[in-house]
């Protein structure tokens, strides 16, 4: 249960058009230490509770994923690799790719994760900051498989159910977590519907 | 002093073409916890030896600066705001805007700041992971400037001296702290030449 979270949407969130909600304040530009450090508490304890407790790493997606998921390896004591959108030149030879359509920014995104940082046997926890149609987190979990590594859970900071992705990760067959779920938004008269998750 | 990230620069660090350093391992791509909270606190300990101790918020910019960042924002006990490059749905209205050259992928890089999460009177301590030629870093001090805040120091976790950024930064007047220095690289001899910093 993270209450402070649900209440810092409810008071901050901005409704855009598109079914977007701009959370800059504390998860996607801006971020408080305390809050992002007791995200990833959260989601130990909610992990636990569903019998998600052995974790080798943690995997996210640049940019947002990555605050919520290190404050998640810090609470396992795992490592973290999150995966790239823009192959760098730092990244030659045999790499991993799925591609994920992007809502916020528009077209397909590629995610890229280099084979020598997840490997076979590996238990992976995937953290996200936002569950919508879940076609990003479908992708990682895509990348996970085919490095060989086993997916254990996923996690996100606010799940928008409306969007369908809960449905869309449902052959994943894992404990999904929300933080936070949000039912409807509204940009029209800026109404944001969220309970904790 | 963290002597543990000289180690490791000296042991995975992989010279790459163009004076390229790949420190996937342990800084762009998978982290480790441990490893990257002692540079928040080798960041706050440096810092406040040069007498910058009173910080409101730490900056960096998007991707690979974030978790060090992050880690020194925790250190501070204050929060973090990253610049974005590529200006997301969510980033409506007035922004404030800066381009820098990027080695790493080639071209110029935007970086974009909303003027809500950085105002006049905010003292913003610059952490970022890699100096080379100072330029992203500059354009970051930049988008400080104009958004009335006032920089009070530079860190990043690893400088490249034969790249020219301190000299570029000079003109900035702040303490710049580097955790650990690579005087050389050479990528036909895959020869890598670091101390601390």
Redesign the interface.
Known sequence: MLTALVERIRREGRV?P?D??????FL???????L??RMGEAFRERFATLGVDAVD?VVTA??SG??PA?AT??AF??????A?K?R?????GAVLRADAPSR???GTTPLF??P??LGPGDRALLIDDFLATGLTIGALAELIHRAGARLTGVGVVIEKSFQGGRAELDSLDVPIVALAIVDALDATRGLLDVREG
């Open positions: 855009l598109g977007l909600l701009k959370v800059d304040g996607n530009h801006r971020l408080e230490p305390e992002t450090m790493l640049e940019v990555i605050a290190f390896a810090v004591g795992v490592p973290l690799v999150y790239r823009n760098p030149a730092t990244m030659p916020t920014k528009g994760i280099a020598d940082v």
